[in-house]
């Protein structure tokens, strides 16, 4: 045994027990098995309590009458709808208040976070102490006062402070005129997509010829102005309609327009304040990485701080600075389940009171989680994306 | 070796699971663990509320303070566990609470597909509106357009909007979970009108208003828009736990109807009347074969009451809701509350 032991390694001789690549094989079969096991068992046994109890399950309750209304909605809705419409309601709703929550956030967050950075030492404080009060308190606190602060202080519709008769702020909401539904706002709205389009092609051509010939395009002033201009070129090649829906006070309530109720702006200004502070923090992290000699070099090139800011620093910045974004911009979208204490109408409110009249609550809670599962994963994949587009190329 | 221990790890966790799926017993996991685990409201002054020392009362609380008295001789072994109405019947069906009374609404869908099972009616009950007197609503019929303040996952929730589209009337929600947080909502005039059981709207009236507002600056309009049987519910599968919760209510009941009082109870012991000798177990038999002690209705009677002292007591003129009985009085003074006889 001994000499065999000593002779060259032969796997061959090997007991199949002692074999490292079998072994392996071996654990980790053990492992999914015991996994697939234990969940096999929590399905069955919970499908067997269910039924023991007399407890429905199934999906078969998304086709039935909601009966149950809600009150903000971005499609039209009414209690005979079916809860798969109430659900879809409420997932627009969050996903409504997380798109706008990312886009402020990001601004509001930079500029705080350059600001923090500024040589003007009143506004560098400032912008401290914005950051501090609102990172290291609950968000959901801020959600309460922020609520208290529109249904507390502002005055009942009939006494809603007036301006111009057009905008009307009360405590149940901002209200204020659109223009009446007009078989012109869908090419106007195509006009606005086209201008967008068109934007894109213009910035990327100024830059072009910026890089050919060293003139620079203001490429954002004639972007916005296609923007801008064109819905309105076809606005006034459809005749100019300009019937306006106004609100006015009818009953309990005001009467068209349209409004922006109290639970959305507090539980949006709740989610942007404080995610911006986090961002803020990002951004200055972010800025503060590199190296001193590239506002040095700006600075020497004759650019203003402005412009190094824009043209230089920020652009760098942004390397570092977009994969913790990631994770702030999934924040947002979570934290936007906490609408629920307000009385916001999110994915999770309709959800819970489905739950609540169908008594599903592991079909429904499901449906949240893989709500939540497929926007977060569209998120990440997106800033994964934009990470590798902005990635520093090596050569 | 590794078959035989592989089935040994089967035959364990079958063992387990079917153990699980035995498991209905309730009544025998509330004796052994010594307490009952009751699901009340989070705050309704009069059916359920906590005082500066923790200490529960009301007309829910009596419901499992008499259960308690049936089961163990002892009303004061409950254990409260506050629920909002999105959480209750989760709570149930999952075993955190053994007993919902929680001004809970018996409904067929809950009764089926929820897997309760709800026993005897302790409240009946009709939603209503509560509206600012300021506002000048007479009727229900008048509220096209209002804002209305409601609890979440509740049978109020489904009326309304019920009642809204049968009258061709439109409404916007106001949906928050916890009812303190509603009731905010409506007295900082965020809605014009708040609805649940009208029982809830004088409770809130009577011990809710914020000053220097006062109950008289809120009105509960006259329209009765539903029936709401509140009842207490248990988990489908222990029928005799269910018997017992439904008999606690028919004995509190009976009592009153036989003239049985906390007061008077010891004296009752002495009763020639076989009946109240059957009630009160001097004949025995009743409570053996309801499964608790004979003497389980003179537990309850002298420690909680009968029906008409409890809901005097809460939520009656020795309240401060001071709710008229209704159609809460004994079928034998016009009302509905009508207990099946204990013989």
């Given amino acids: 045994m001994a000499v065999e032991s000593i002779g060259s390694p032969q796997h061959a001789k090997i007991a199949p027990w002692n074999d490292p690549v079998i072994r392996g094989w071996v654990f980790q079969a053990v492992v999914v098995g015991l996994v697939g096991f234990l969940a096999w068992f929590l399905v069955t046994n919970t499908v067997e309590n269910l039924a023991r109890q007399k407890i429905a399950s199934g999906y078969a309750y998304l086709s039935h009458e909601a009966g149950f209304e809600i009150g903000d909605s971005m499609i039209s809705y009414s209690p005979a709808n079916t809860y798969a419409r109430a659900i879809l309601v409420g997932m627009l709703n969050t996903l409504k208040v997380a798109g706008l929550g990312i886009i402020f956030a990001t601004i509001l967050g930079t500029l705080i976070g350059v600001g923090r950075l500024s040589p003007n030492w009143l506004l560098a404080k400032i912008c401290e102490g914005y950051v501090e009060a609102f990172r290291n308190v609950p968000l959901l606190l801020w959600l309460f006062l922020f609520y208290k602060m529109i249904s507390e202080a502002f005055p009942g519709p009939r006494q809603a402070l007036n301006v111009l008769n057009a905008l009307f702020l009360s405590n149940r909401g901002l209200y204020f005129p659109v223009p009446a539904a007009d078989p012109i706002h869908p090419w106007m709205g195509l006009g606005l997509l086209a201008g967008i389009a068109g934007a894109v092609v213009l910035h990327r051509w100024g830059k072009q010829r910026q890089a050919a010939t060293g003139k620079p395009f203001p490429s954002i002033w004639a972007g916005a102005a296609l923007i801008v201009g064109l819905p309105i070129l076809i606005w006034l090649a459809g005749g100019a309609p300009h019937h306006m829906s106004w609100p006015e006070l009818k009953g309990f309530n005001f009467v068209g327009g349209t409004v922006i109720q109290p639970e959305f702006t507090a539980l949006l200004l709740g989610l942007v304040l404080y995610t911006s502070a986090f961002i803020a923090e990002i951004v200055r992290s972010g800025i503060l990485a590199l190296n001193k000699g590239q506002s040095e070099a700006a600075a020497a090139l004759g650019l203003s701080r402005a412009q190094a800011m824009r043209l230089v620093l920020l652009p760098q910045a942004l390397r570092l600075i977009v994969p913790p974004m990631t994770s702030q911009y999934l924040n947002i979208t979570k934290n936007s389940s906490l609408a629920i204490a307000i009385g916001y109408p999110d994915l999770v409110a309709s959800v819970n009171v489905t739950i609540n009249q169908t008594g599903q609550a592991i079909e429904n809670v499901l449906i949240i989680m893989v709500a939540y599962l497929s926007v977060s994963l569209s998120i990440s994949a997106f800033m994964n994306w934009y990470n590798k587009r902005i990635a520093l190329r090596e050569r | ?343």
């Fill in chain 2, 1 to 343: 070796m590794h078959k035989a221990s592989v089935a040994a790890a089967v035959g364990a966790v079958a063992l387990f699971a079917s153990g699980s799926a035995w498991a209905g017993k309730d009544l025998d996991s509330i004796k052994a663990r010594g307490n009952l685990i009751c699901g009340v409201p989070t705050g309704i002054a009069g059916f359920a509320s906590a005082d500066s020392q923790g200490k529960w009362t009301g007309l829910d609380v009596d419901v499992c303070r008499a259960v308690s008295a049936a089961i163990f001789g002892d009303s004061e072994k409950v254990k409260y566990v506050p629920l909002t109405s999105q959480q209750r019947f989760t709570a149930l069906q999952s075993g955190e609470v053994d007993i919902l009374s929680n001004n809970t609404t018996a409904t067929l869908q809950r009764d089926t597909a929820l897997g309760l099972d709800f026993t005897a009616i302790t409240y009946y009950d009709g939603q209503g509106f509560l509206v600012p007197k300021k506002l000048g609503v007479k009727s229900a019929k008048e509220l096209n357009g209002a804002t209305v303040c409601v609890a979440p996952g509740t049978t109020t929730e489904l009326n309304l909007a019920d009642y809204f589209r049968a009258n061709k009337m439109t409404f916007k929600p106001v949906v928050i979970e916890k009812v303190e947080e509603i009731r905010a909502a409506f007295f900082s005039g965020r809605c014009d009108v708040y609805t649940t059981d009208s029982s809830g709207l004088y409770a809130t009236r009577a011990a809710n208003v914020p000053a220097p507002a006062t109950a008289d600056d809120y009105v509960v309009l006259p329209e009765i828009i539903s029936k709401e049987p509140l009842a207490p519910a248990v988990r489908h599968g222990d029928q005799q736990f269910a018997d017992i919760v439904r008999w606690t209510q028919y004995a509190m009941l009976e009592a009153e109807e036989y003239g049985i009082s906390s007061k008077t109870v010891d004296d009752m012991l002495k009763s020639d009347n076989p009946t109240i000798k059957r009630i009160l177990g001097v004949t025995p038999g009743m409570g053996k074969a309801l499964g608790v002690e004979d003497k389980w209705v003179y537990n309850i009677v002298k420690q909680v009451g009968n029906y008409g002292e409890s809901f005097e007591r809460n939520v009656g003129m020795g309240s401060v809701l001071k709710i008229d009985r209704g159609l809460n009085k004994l079928w034998t003074q016009g009302g509905l509350q009508y207990a099946e006889p204990i013989r």
